[in-house]
């Protein structure tokens, strides 16, 4: 066999993500004639890369759907599907979880998870009991932290008259800064 149908047929039967140094391993090819092999492969779109530093991992092309997404317990949390969702609070004024999943077209568990999940990172708010897109800058973040119940403490917040402060620098009442000075001038004493 040549070096090239060792290798194609390494990649064929490997069904884990590998390095150039596993697929020399296993198929006892020197490294600088596996390397462009595997390069030529990934021209062919037969393999592809899924992590660049500190050494290059290849998985087969058919292998792993390496699109962005989080999972919360039995959900995957797709940032294109948060995207679409975001688009939407921000062109209406949406209530209610129905009004939402009817206008998205996806099911009211869909839509309170993915709000639960948005509220939980500071994408989303309630204020006067409407959904409100904040900011987008944590959307990255979606699915790594999820405050369970987290809706229902912003309607109980909306109740009381009140909403997040989900400023970056919240600043300080006149009150504040006279008693974290004092605390700092007590601290020195």
Request: glycine fraction near 4%.
């Amino acid at each position: 066999m040549t070096e090239t149908e060792l290798i194609t047929n390494f990649v064929n039967q490997y069904s884990k993500p590998f390095t150039v140094d596993t697929a020399v391993m296993l198929t006892g090819i020197a490294k600088d004639a596996a390397t462009p092999i595997l390069k030529e492969l990934e021209k062919q779109k037969r393999i592809k890369r899924i992590y660049e530093k500190p050494e290059v991992i290849y998985v087969r092309n058919n292998r792993y759907n390496t699109s962005l997404c989080a999972t919360n317990d039995k959900w995957n949390l797709n940032l294109s599907q948060a995207n679409e969702l975001l688009n939407l609070l921000e062109k209406g004024r949406y209530t209610s979880l129905r009004d939402i999943a009817t206008e998205i077209g996806r099911s009211r568990q869909w839509v309170y998870i993915y709000l639960e999940a948005l509220a939980s990172i500071e994408c989303i708010d309630l204020r006067g009991y409407v959904y409100v897109v904040v900011s987008r800058k944590n959307l990255p973040n979606l699915g790594t932290k999820i405050t369970k119940g987290i809706l229902g403490q912003l309607r109980s917040l909306n109740r009381l008259g009140g909403h997040r402060d989900l400023r970056d620098n919240p600043k300080k009442s006149d009150k504040q800064k006279r008693t974290a000075s004092t605390r700092t001038f007590l601290f020195l004493m």
